[in-house]
């Protein structure tokens, strides 16, 4: 159970970690990079952060090239949050794959759905 102050800063690290995603992003057409969730550990040292991005084909690549640019991503959110937040999180980064997760689950349900109406109308025909 994460405490009032995690949650804070969570939210606080979310919103201008998804401020420079935007920014970066927009330079970069036809991809979309956006925060999910952020959590922050109990010591507030290290900050996990889960991105969605789109199209999701790209999505190790940017993922890596993020990774690489790690600190300076972490400098950007510094500069932003220093009169909110005494000593900026660690942060790590993790792709968030629940849409691509959904997407086959629907898949796999209407998949499902169509074999069961199939067979019905074979039994029918019977």
């Not at 972490?74 to 942060?91: G, I, M, N, S, T």
């Not at 169509?114 to 019905?120: F, T, V, Y």
């Amino acid at each position: 159970m994460d405490t009032t102050r995690q949650q804070k800063i969570s939210r606080l690290v979310q919103k201008e970690l998804s401020e420079i995603f935007r920014r970066e992003t927009a330079k970069t057409r036809g991809t979309l990079v956006s925060v999910s969730s952020v959590r922050v550990s109990p010591d507030l040292s290290v900050a996990n952060v889960r991105l969605s991005i789109f199209p999701s084909e790209n999505a190790q690549a940017i993922m890596d090239n993020i990774n690489a640019n790690e600190k300076s991503i972490r400098h950007q959110l510094a500069q932003q949050v220093r009169y909110q937040l005494r000593r900026c999180p660690e942060l790590k980064f993790h792709i968030d794959d629940s849409l691509d997760y959904i997407d086959h689950i629907d898949e796999l349900l209407s998949k499902d759905k169509i074999d069961k109406s199939e067979e019905r109308g074979a039994r029918s025909e019977e």
